[in-house]
Each structure stands twice: as structure tokens, then as C-alpha cells.
């Protein structure tokens, strides 16, 4: 089979396609032809050697597809399957990955494979963002970054849904319409801003009566963590979930006293999908909302296997807008 390589640390260059034996599943695991993977940042902090992983690796920990092996001890999934999952793979830029069957969740008829593979890693941790870690509650104000990225619209909608208004930041007219679409209530450009530390925040201020937003949902990181603070009115809570920008240095947590009690979390996904149930739950409640029509679930880029260094240019670089998706050759 053939599936996509990090060789070793680095950019998008170091990506290659080579040919593996078809794998074979071990006790726990499921073997699943990949209909769809999805291109994650978290894809590149493993290639680059941000995040500490042996090389050479499968690229690639999201996807959908049908089953076609099970293992011994395996009766949660049957072969023919329609499955998804956000974890527990060995690589999903593949033409089959293998995959821990506690790690797969059923795909309902009536969602396609690429609407499954890019709605389970964003979407969950849209979910957790908006339920779990600062519940929205009806009334309040949020600001999310990257408006229009994957996760951005998908946490947009479900803030509209749990009742909140939101503000989302964008770079280009299209992202902001995008943003709007998704039920952005008022959307900041901040290509348009000199110092992002002190006219975002001012910005916000702004369009909340002075007072700041309750909540920040912050994937961005370095370039944005500042001016997410300032933006923040008292006992306020920031969502540090991602780092698109870079890593935040360290900080003396003394100014979250300073800015007015403020709360701040660092959060990921595996800790928010701890037990399968929860995992169930969550990409359960995605489902039935796709399914219902009051989740849009938007694919920006297609690429082939042979397109995955060209994936990660785009999204490293901005360029793209909903979910970015790893199809098999063909099919892009």
C-alpha cells in the first residue's frame, strides 16, 4: 500500500510517498481503507520535530473509511464498517491505516466519509472548547481566532447554538465572509491592524461596551496570547488550544491577577476524550447535528496522497479555509 512519510524532521519537504506491506491487525485493532484523512497542525509538529515521534512515521492521526480487517479480540466493529476516528492510528495518510478499534466511533448513513473525516478532530475539539473546558452560556460574548479555519467555524456554530455572541478575528475578505456565514456576530480583521497587541483589544473593547468578551478560544498562540488577554473583561477565561503561530513563551502567571483574575487553560483533546464513552458522546452530538442541518462541516482543500508536502504549505501558510483533507490518488 501506499501512504505518506515524514523521513525525518523538517518541513514540508521531507514528506514522501513509499510502499508498505498491507497491514495486518493485532488483537485490538481494525485495518480501514481510507476514504479520507484529515491534515491537522498537529500533523506538522510531528514532522517538524516540535512534537517528539520516531522517524520515519506515517504522517496523520484522523480519518474515515470502511473496514475490511478486525483483529481476535474485536466485536465493537464488523467489516464494512462506515468508521472515524481521531486517535490511536499509525498513520492516516494512507491507502489503510491501522487503527485501535476503541478509538473508531460509527459513521451514520447519511454523513459522507469526507464530512466524517473532517468534522471528528476539529469538531471534538470544537465541542470540548464550548461544553467542557468554559461551558458557553447564553448571553455572554466570545472571541474566536482564525474565524475561518476548521475549528473556527465549527465553534463559532456551536457558540451561536449555546446561545452567545460571537467575534471571530480573519485575515482576507473571503475568511471574513466565511466567518459571517458561520454566525459570527461582528468579525475583526486583523491584517488591517500595525500592533496587534493593542488595537485588537481595543477593537473588542469596542464592539462589548468596554468590558471585553467572557471568553477567548484561542488556537493561534504566540501572536495572539497578548492581545487575548487584554481583550478578556474580569474573571475571564482563555482557551489556549493550539499554537499555529508558535509556542507561548513563558509568562509570569501574576498577570492574570493583573488583568482581573483571569483563567487560563491549556487544553487537548486526548483529555477530553479520556474514555470511549465520552469519545461516543461527543462525536455523537457532531453527528446528529450534521444530520440535523444545524452543523455545516466546510472541506477547503482537497489533495492527493502524492499532495501532502503541498498540504502542509497550505495550511502552514494560511492559505485555506475549513477542514484540509488527504484523499487517495484520483480522487482529489
Do not use: C
Request: hydrophobic fraction near 45%; avoid cysteine.
Amino acid at each position: 500500500m501506499r501512504v505518506v512519510q515524514a523521513t525525518r524532521p523538517g518541513g514540508p519537504e521531507v514528506l514522501a510517498v513509499v510502499d508498505l506491506p498491507d497491514p495486518s491487525p493485532e488483537p485490538e485493532q481494525v485495518i480501514v481503507e481510507v476514504a479520507a484523512a484529515g491534515v491537522n497542525f498537529i500533523d506538522t509538529y510531528r514532522r517538524s520535530g516540535r512534537y517528539p515521534v520516531p522517524f520515519p512515521h506515517v504522517v496523520g492521526s484522523e480519518g474515515a473509511g470502511t473496514v475490511v480487517a478486525v483483529g481476535s479480540d474485536v466485536s465493537s466493529v464488523a467489516v464494512g464498517d462506515a468508521v472515524a476516528w481521531v486517535a490511536g492510528s499509525e498513520g492516516s495518510y494512507a491507502e489503510r491505516a491501522r487503527v485501535l478499534a476503541e478509538q473508531v466511533v460509527p459513521v451514520p448513513d447519511g454523513v459522507a466519509p469526507d464530512t466524517a473525516a473532517a468534522l471528528l478532530l476539529q469538531g471534538i475539539t470544537a465541542h470540548y472548547l464550548v461544553r467542557s473546558t468554559f461551558p458557553v452560556q447564553p448571553g455572554q460574548d466570545v472571541l474566536v481566532h482564525a474565524g475561518a479555519g476548521g475549528v473556527g467555524l465549527l465553534l463559532t456554530q456551536l457558540a451561536v447554538t449555546a446561545g452567545a455572541r460571537v467575534i471571530t478575528t480573519v485575515s482576507t475578505e473571503e475568511k471574513e465572509a466565511l466567518s459571517r456565514a458561520a454566525g459570527a456576530a461582528e468579525v475583526i480583521r486583523y491584517d488591517r491592524m500595525r500592533d496587534l497587541t493593542s488595537e485588537l483589544p481595543a477593537a473588542v473593547r469596542e464592539l462589548t461596551g468596554g468590558h471585553g468578551v467572557h471568553t477567548v478560544y484561542d488556537g493561534v498562540g504566540a501572536s495572539t496570547f497578548d492581545a487575548s488577554l487584554a481583550s478578556l473583561r474580569p474573571r475571564g477565561a482563555l482557551a489556549l488550544f493550539g499554537g499555529s503561530s508558535g509556542a507561548v513563551p513563558p509568562f509570569d502567571p501574576m498577570r492574570l491577577e493583573s488583568h482581573g483574575s483571569l483563567f487560563l487553560s491549556r487544553p487537548t483533546i486526548r483529555h477530553y476524550t479520556a474514555t470511549r464513552d465520552e469519545l461516543q458522546w461527543r462525536a455523537s452530538e457532531l453527528f446528529d447535528a450534521v444530520l440535523a442541518g444545524t452543523l455545516d462541516v466546510r472541506v477547503g482543500a482537497r489533495f492527493p496522497l502524492g499532495g501532502a508536502a503541498d498540504a502542509h504549505r497550505a495550511l502552514e501558510g494560511r492559505a485555506t479555509t475549513g477542514k484540509v483533507l488527504i484523499v487517495p490518488d484520483g480522487q482529489a
